[in-house]
């Protein structure tokens, strides 16, 4: 009899203020724009986009925003192992924004609120992407603490991500980016010297490799890696990813990934 193949894990990633920023909206627009019951309705597609923007005024000028680049470096790990989609409670020029972005083809998936007819915080919508992906749960990230919690009662790991290192936290402890970071240094005995250190703190493996970037003649090309995997307080290392960049720097070095 043939088996059905095991579905890969699903991440859920909400957009705006994880995997897109932008520019601080003038208080006198946003008290307008994000009035409640306007927002509402533009977010589950009662109304379009630019109707919405024509109830604002001639200010509120439609724009993309910008990706987070960290958060895309991320987003492009996880799917090395994970079934990634966007769930966004957005207007209808979702899909245009992720094209001028350059997002739409980062993603496996793409659900906008505007298009299902139902927000975030509302159980509904986690049940409908679940049910439409074929998935029981997932992993869900958003920057609202509110919409986190809901996702937790609809039965997802919802979890509230504040910025982009909580993000990559969320991700390592999860298992759904690699655990392995890689310390990157020129000077073999500062390597050695280091990864002693870091191995006496609780780290591990701490194991230096030659690293030849150009050839075996070229000694100019040669680095040493030190392979980091678990932290000392038993999380990934990958889960300390600015620790270890801010580390490396002060060595004259660079993080990598395994």
């Known amino acids: 009899m043939e088996r059905t193949p095991a579905l890969k894990p699903l991440l859920l990633l909400d957009l705006d203020g994880v995997l897109r920023s932008f520019p601080p909206v003038p208080p006198e627009i946003a008290e307008i724009a994000f009035e409640p019951s306007l927002l509402h309705r533009a977010v589950t597609g009662e109304i379009s986009d630019e109707q919405w923007r024509q109830e604002v005024g001639p200010g509120f000028v439609a724009t993309p925003g910008e990706v987070i680049p960290e958060a895309l ?13 966007l769930l966004s409670n957005a207007t209808t020029r979702l899909e245009s924004d992720l094209a001028l972005l350059g997002m739409d083809v980062e993603l496996d998936a793409i659900f906008s609120s505007a298009r299902l007819g139902v927000a975030k915080p509302d159980p509904a919508i986690f049940r409908r992407v679940l049910d439409e992906l074929g998935h029981s749960t997932a992993v869900f990230c958003d920057d609202s603490e509110e919409n986190a919690a809901a996702a937790c009662e609809a039965g997802l ?10 993000l990559r936290t969320a991700l390592a402890t999860r298992g759904l980016i690699p ?8 000077d073999r005995d500062e390597a050695e010297e280091l990864a002693a250190e870091l191995l006496k703190a609780g780290w ?32 990934p290392a990958s889960a300390h990813r600015d620790e270890l960049d801010d580390l490396a720097e002060r060595h004259d070095g660079f993080t990598g990934d395994h």
């Open 204 to 235: 591990g493996p701490c194991a230096v490799h030659r690293d030849m970037l150009a050839g075996e003649d070229d000694a100019e090309d040669v680095d040493w890696v030190i392979e980091l995997t678990t932290a000392p307080d038993g999380t």
């Open 179 to 186: 655990a392995t970071v890689l310390l990157i240094l020129p």
């Open 73 to 85: 470096a991320l987003v492009r790990a996880a799917r090395r192992q994970c079934f990634v989609a």
């Open 157 to 166: 790991d919802g979890v509230h991500v504040p910025d982009t290192a909580a």
